[in-house]
């Protein structure tokens, strides 16, 4: 099994411009994450989505849209970069067991605005 | 300030000696997990407790859960250089709807 995987590992955008960041899971988990990972801050959670065709906005939802089309994949997307959205980004996945839940993390991708 | 904060936020240790990182949260949850993060990685799960459980172990991993202080400690014993990485704690606050909300990282280094 790969797990999470995310494309692409690295991007270099402009101000303005557009991308779509990959996540794919094997594990047939139903819920779905993706955090944005700053120096001293922590990770913070974007937007997640518990199950296929639904999507929930997280902590720092602004900028930044999701889909959830097929439950392996959940996508992340800026319309409109800005250099406030440089950061590392993670997907994650997990499913629900007796109560609880532990996410499995993707490798990340390192996206810079300039 | 955060749900989860890590202390010590750096922690510098020789191979061999245990180390021990705490955590503490302010509202209540399910259960509290400890994660690791390598350099350049993602996160990866270590071990959960959850908040009716006092203790857990796993291999050189101790957690303690105290819920009336609402903190945690994970204590790693015997190091090993392979443990330098960030250590976060997670916490799955009650109705939270399978959200979990990190801390902001402990940065442990092994000296060999």
């Known amino acids: 099994n790969a797990g999470v995987t995310q494309t692409p590992k690295f991007r270099v955008l402009k101000t303005g411009q557009s991308m779509t960041l990959l996540c794919a899971q094997d594990?047939?988990?139903?819920?779905m994450y993706w955090y944005r990972q700053d120096p001293g801050m922590g990770l913070r959670l974007i937007h997640y989505?518990?199950?296929?065709?639904?999507?929930a906005k997280g902590e720092v939802p602004d900028g930044y849209n999701v889909s959830r089309l097929k439950k392996q994949n959940f996508l992340l997307g800026l319309e409109s970069a800005a250099p406030s959205q440089t950061s590392v980004y993670f997907c994650?996945?997990?499913?629900?067991?007796?109560?609880?839940?532990?996410?499995?993390f993707g490798p990340g991708t390192r996206l810079t605005v300039l | 300030s955060q749900q989860g904060e890590e202390d010590p936020q750096a922690l510098s240790i020789q191979e061999g000696e245990n180390a021990t990182m705490n955590c503490s949260y302010k509202?209540?949850?399910?259960?509290l997990q400890w994660y690791r993060q390598n350099s350049g990685r993602g996160l990866v799960h270590l071990i959960l407790i959850r908040s009716n459980e006092r203790e857990k172990h796993s291999g050189r991993l101790r957690v303690t859960l105290d819920t009336s202080k609402k903190s945690s400690s994970l204590l790693i014993t015997a190091s090993r250089a392979a443990d330098t990485a960030s250590y976060f704690c997670?916490?799955?606050?009650?109705?939270?709807?399978?959200?979990?909300?990190f801390g902001k990282g402990i940065t442990l280094s092994v000296r060999p």
């Open positions: 594990m047939n988990h139903e819920y």
């Open positions: 994650a996945s997990s499913y629900w067991d007796r109560g609880t839940d532990t996410q499995y």
């Open positions: 989505s518990v199950g296929e065709g639904t999507t």
């Open positions: 509202t209540s949850i399910n259960n």
């Open positions: 997670a916490t799955d606050v009650t109705g939270a709807n399978s959200k979990l909300t």
